[in-house]
């Protein structure tokens, strides 16, 4: 079975600060894929970067990073200087490839930022 | 934009009535998903299909049906509505069918059952 734990159920801080979002999943599955997604208060889902467990490169866009440390099963979201519009919940996902696990993405719970003006 | 397009955007219907929301896929893209995201329960998968054949279940109530059509749409069925299955319905589609694709969501269906 594959789970996702997002411990940081709200975070708040003031426009400009930088801010790290956790994430961490377990899975049996030797490869596997890990995925952020934002939803911001329209309430879509989009899409923001997918990694593959056997590239452990961190990965840099923008303002937004991610730290993937497979040692401890985590895949970090870093917002460097934050904007009001990066206010939403941001949710963590994990998928496989094994016989029934292989298509569905798995989702955290999500967390929801506050980014304060 | 994500190019999935889901309709309607929002339905309000009674206890014990039947539903039918819709999915338009990625152009190109195969495989849909069905997700359904509930105060209590999260984002949870539904069903998958691909190229119009069932491909993966997950939590799916017996009352819930889907299919893919031949020109890849897809539909969700909801009948004898419970109270408890308002939420928020996400179709996502990828090219492929798989754990190494990207599934990119639609903008969902709001569903409240009074």
């Known amino acids: 079975a594959q789970k996702v734990t997002q411990a940081q159920t709200e975070i708040s801080v003031v426009e400009k600060e930088d801010v790290t979002l956790d994430c961490v999943y377990e899975t049996r599955d030797t490869t596997y894929y890990l995925f952020w997604y934002k939803q911001p208060p329209s309430g879509e889902l989009v899409f923001l970067i997918r990694r593959n467990s056997f590239d452990e490169q961190n990965e840099i866009s923008g303002r937004y990073s991610w730290n993937f440390q497979k040692s401890t099963s985590s895949f970090n979201f870093t917002i460097t200087a934050s904007q009001v519009v990066d206010s939403a919940v941001y949710f963590c996902a994990l998928s496989g490839i094994s016989s029934g696990s292989a298509r569905q993405l798995t989702f955290g719970s999500g967390t929801q930022l506050t980014v304060l003006p | 934009d994500s190019g999935v397009t889901q309709t309607p955007k929002h339905l309000i219907t009674a206890t014990g009535q039947r539903v039918t929301l819709r999915c338009s896929p990625r152009?190109?893209?195969?495989?849909v998903y069905w997700y359904q995201q509930s105060l209590d329960q999260g984002l949870q998968f539904l069903i998958q299909?691909?190229?119009?054949?069932?491909?993966a279940k997950g939590n799916i109530l017996e009352r819930f049906s889907a299919q893919q059509f031949p020109d890849l749409h897809s539909e969700l069925n909801l009948s004898s509505l419970e109270l408890g299955d308002s939420a928020l319905y996400f179709c996502?589609?990828?090219?492929?069918?798989?754990?190494?694709?990207?599934?990119?969501f639609g903008p969902g269906t709001r569903l409240l059952v009074l």
């Open positions: 996502a589609s990828s090219v492929k069918d798989g754990g190494a694709v990207t599934q990119y």
């Open positions: 152009s190109g893209d195969l495989s």
């Open positions: 299909y691909y190229n119009g054949e069932e491909r």
